[in-house]
């Protein structure tokens, strides 16, 4: 079946470092894939999104391509903020179902 | 309302009692999901509503779950006998159909503790 897989956590980086999280799925067909990103004491919130392949998805300074050549989704920033501290989350869903498709989550810790 | 909201926050029960889990999603929203999270893992796919029917049921644990949704609102998640591995932050989501794209809103969830 389909699956999401995530790099662990937690990440700890200091403010303005540049930040990856590496995500990959399995998919029989031609998924949809976002991340989710979930504040500490909020519920989860969709940050980006890309429906096909080659797509860029964009949000407060977050990118990830959608390669389907490596079956990957990465989240990187640039430089990131002490607000950017939260639990990322990698997903998928396919045309065919009704549901997303979760990956672990990845703890990121920015310090001052 | 403002957003999805989930009650209660918190429940701790005992092992063998039966516990109601409730959903209120965001007004108009027509599909409803509901998802469970353990310590430490992802989030699982438990079970979700297209209007007041479920044509998805297969994520669904054991015979001991079961949920249902009344006026296109509303939903509740039972849990029969609980037990231990139960425990586990549950959360409810919903969006304005069933394929729009991956844009779920998400509650703060319930974290249910069996003792």
């Known amino acids: 079946g389909d699956s999401v897989t995530q790099m662990e956590g937690p990440v700890t980086l200091s403010e303005e470092a540049f930040l990856t999280i590496n995500c990959t799925y399995t998919a029989t067909g031609y998924p949809s894939l976002f991340w989710y990103v979930q504040y500490p004491g909020e519920g989860l919130q969709l940050l980006l999104k890309a429906t096909k392949a080659d797509d860029k998805g964009s949000n407060k300074g977050f990118e990830a391509t959608y390669r389907k050549e490596t079956t990957s989704f990465h989240l990187e920033k640039g430089s990131v903020q002490v607000s950017d501290s939260a639990v990322y989350f990698c997903?998928?869903?396919?045309?065919?179902?009704?549901?997303?498709?979760f990956g672990k989550g990845t703890k990121l810790s920015v310090k001052p | 309302g403002a957003g999805v909201s989930q009650s209660p926050s918190n429940k701790v029960t005992e092992k063998g009692k039966d516990v109601e889990l409730r959903c209120d999603p965001i007004?108009?929203?027509?599909?409803l999901y509901w998802y469970r999270q353990r310590l430490g893992q992802g989030l699982e796919f438990l079970i979700y509503?297209?209007?007041?029917?479920?044509?998805?049921k297969s994520g669904l644990p054991s015979d001991r779950f079961s949920a249902e949704r009344t006026g296109e609102s509303v939903s509740t998640l039972t849990i029969q006998r609980t037990q231990q591995e139960d425990s586990a932050v549950y959360l409810c989501?919903?969006?304005?159909?069933?394929?729009?794209?991956?844009?779920?809103?998400f509650g703060s969830g319930t974290q249910l503790s069996v003792l």
């Open positions: 997903a998928l869903s396919e045309r065919s179902q009704g549901n997303l498709i």
């Open positions: 007004s108009g929203h027509t599909a």
């Open positions: 509503f297209q209007g007041n029917s479920a044509p998805d």
């Open positions: 989501a919903s969006s304005l159909g069933v394929h729009m794209e991956g844009k779920l809103f």
